[in-house]
């Protein structure tokens, strides 16, 4: 069983910096893809950034330049590190794992999500 632990977050005021990272765990091969998405009050998820198993990575636009995301294959494992942080950066975070390979298996998971709070 593949599982997706996420940590960080937490409250920030405006212009501040926030760590995240994702954990992906189980009998896992490996991973095409891993990425963070997020989800604001009364909002779609959308896009925050993703990240290849060969480093390629892709940013919405209202984050590039602000934030970087980072992946460790040997540990499964993404970060998004969030700098200078607007209040409209608000919202519950999910970490997602695209391809992931078992034995038995190819499928995307989702972590159960982190919440974001930039205060103004």
């Known amino acids: 069983q593949v599982q997706l632990v996420e940590s960080g977050g937490g409250l920030v005021q405006a212009g501040g910096s926030l760590g995240l990272s994702c954990a992906a765990s189980?009998?896992?091969?490996?991973?095409?893809?891993m990425g963070w998405y997020r989800q604001a009050p009364g909002k779609q998820r959308e896009l925050v950034a993703t990240?290849?198993?060969?480093?390629?990575?892709n940013y919405a636009d209202s984050v590039k330049d602000r934030f970087t995301i980072s992946r460790d294959n040997a540990k499964n494992t993404v970060y998004l590190q969030m700098n200078s942080l607007k209040p409209e950066d608000t919202a519950v975070y999910y970490c997602?794992?695209?391809?992931?390979?078992?034995?038995?298996?190819?499928?995307?998971?989702w972590g159960q999500g982190t919440q974001v709070t930039v205060s103004s």
């Open positions: 997602n794992a695209a391809g992931v390979r078992t034995v038995r298996t190819w499928n995307d998971y």
């Open positions: 189980g009998s896992i091969f490996s991973i095409n893809a």
């Open positions: 990240i290849t198993s060969g480093g390629r990575t």
